[in-house]
């Protein structure tokens, strides 16, 4: 009798327990859900506003041969952040002037180095490239605009720090303006041209496409392979 009774409880514990981890399952897929729809309408919307207008690109610059790389404690010595993070989106900066900046909206989602209380923080920086008038571009040193439509707005393409697609994660090095070092207004992207990275196809690799015809002997080579060690 006595056994009857403690297999009864069992059963019921069980039960109990499958119903508690069934009713959280879908709350849990409802908000994964939620967040692939807004970063699919954030994308859409983004692309749309780019195809309305001309694009024009900068110059393209390969590697110097002077460069010679970053190590991992070369990352972590000279930023105040080595962070993953996820695009949530992308915002025209009206209007900058003589390089065009879109504000990128992320969400950290691992601190690699740094105080780890900005994990799950969102931030709002700006990057090289986005929407300008042609009197941002093509305005010579003397303050000669050289365009038959200066207030044409266009699309400044940076070959060397593409914008990263809406839902794409990142790996990028963070610094701040010394004068308010707690602020996380004040957080900037540091050499987005050799150390930032980007997921693909589960694995993260350099921004800037020059780094596709680089000396793979190079340190920054390395890093990549050790950053990609570390579980998002």
Same mark, same amino acid.
Not at 64 to 71: D, F, K, L, V, W
Not at 103 to 122: P, W, Y
Not at 140 to 166: C, K, M
């Given at each position: ?77 000279? &930023? ?8 949530? =989106?992308?915002? !025209?900066?009206?209007?900058?002037? #003589?390089?065009? %900046? /879109? ?86 992207? &540091? ?8 997921? =693909?196809?589960? !694995?993260?690799?350099?921004?800037? #496409?020059?780094? %596709? /015809? ?19």
């Amino acid at each position: 009798m006595i056994r009857l009774i403690i297999l009864g409880l069992m059963v019921i514990l069980v039960g109990c327990t499958n119903q508690q981890t069934d009713n959280k399952l879908p709350h849990r897929i409802n908000i994964e859900q939620d967040t692939l729809s807004v970063l699919q309408k954030n994308r859409l919307r983004w692309h749309q506003k780019v195809k309305r207008v001309r694009v024009v690109d900068r110059k393209f610059f390969g590697i110097s041969p002077n460069y010679r790389g970053a190590t991992f404690q070369d990352l972590k010595n000279n &930023n105040l952040y080595v962070v993953k993070a996820t695009v949530m =989106n992308l915002k !025209k900066v009206k209007w900058s002037s #003589p390089m065009p %900046q /879109t504000k990128i909206t992320f969400k950290v989602k691992r601190v690699i180095s740094g105080n780890k209380g900005l994990e799950k923080k969102r931030l709002y920086l700006n990057f090289p490239g986005g929407f300008a008038r042609e009197r941002d571009i093509y305005t010579t040193n003397l303050g000669t605009v050289s365009t038959a439509q200066p207030d044409n707005e266009i699309f400044y393409r940076t070959p060397n720090t593409p914008l990263p697609e809406i839902g794409s994660t990142v790996i990028m090095c963070l610094r701040n303006d010394s004068s308010q070092p707690k602020s996380l207004d004040k957080l900037y992207i &540091n050499d987005v041209e050799h150390t930032f990275w980007i997921k =693909n196809k589960d !694995k993260y690799v350099l921004n800037n #496409p020059a780094f %596709q /015809t680089a000396d793979r002997k190079l340190n920054i080579f390395k890093l990549t392979e050790e950053l990609n060690r570390i579980k998002d």
